[in-house]
């Protein structure tokens, strides 16, 4: 799809004004089939029901965003409360004039915004970390940071 057929509708992601096209996100993930097998990962979607709120399913979900398909989920290290883990949630997008004047000094090509959705606090990504084939140009990824218990059988990482 061509940048210059995209839909951006202004909407405001836990405080951050981003310009999302809701419709192609919404098809991307509808599209989604794609999910990681690892021990970690497999954890993390046995837990996400417990892991994510309904006031986040809310959120994600009026931006056209599956809460329960996660693009990339990111293992950090256990915690006192279970594991943390980095989840990533991709979408057609674009930052809006006043979130980039939130930008945090870049690395590189790399942009980032911190965020809080729902309570959640992570950043919005651009050039972070390549989509999901299903997801058109231009894209971003919001990345939350999230607890969730051990509760497969796999060896518990250290
Ligand atoms: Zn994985």
Redesign the pocket.
């Known amino acids: 799809m061509a940048a210059s057929e995209n839909q951006f509708i202004p909407v405001d992601v836990g405080g951050v004004d981003l310009r999302i096209d809701v419709k192609a996100t919404h098809k991307a993930y509808e599209d989604l089939t794609e999910e ?1 097998t ?1 021990p ?2 497999r954890n993390f979607m046995a837990q996400i029901q417990e892991a994510i709120s309904p006031a986040l399913v809310t959120e994600l979900m009026l931006v056209g965003i599956n809460p329960y398909k996660p693009t990339e ?1 990111l293992h950090i290290c256990p915690v006192q409360t279970g594991h943390s883990y980095g989840v990533n949630y991709h979408f057609v997008g674009v930052w809006s004039e006043s979130a980039q004047l939130k930008l945090e000094p870049s690395q590189g090509q790399m942009q980032r915004v911190p965020i809080q959705v729902a309570g959640i606090g992570g950043h919005v990504y651009e050039n972070e970390m390549p989509a999901p084939d299903v997801f058109a140009r231009p894209y971003m990824n919001l990345e939350l940071n999230l607890t969730a218990q051990w509760v497969i059988d796999d060896p518990e990482p250290k």
């Open positions: 990681c690892c970690q990962c989920i």
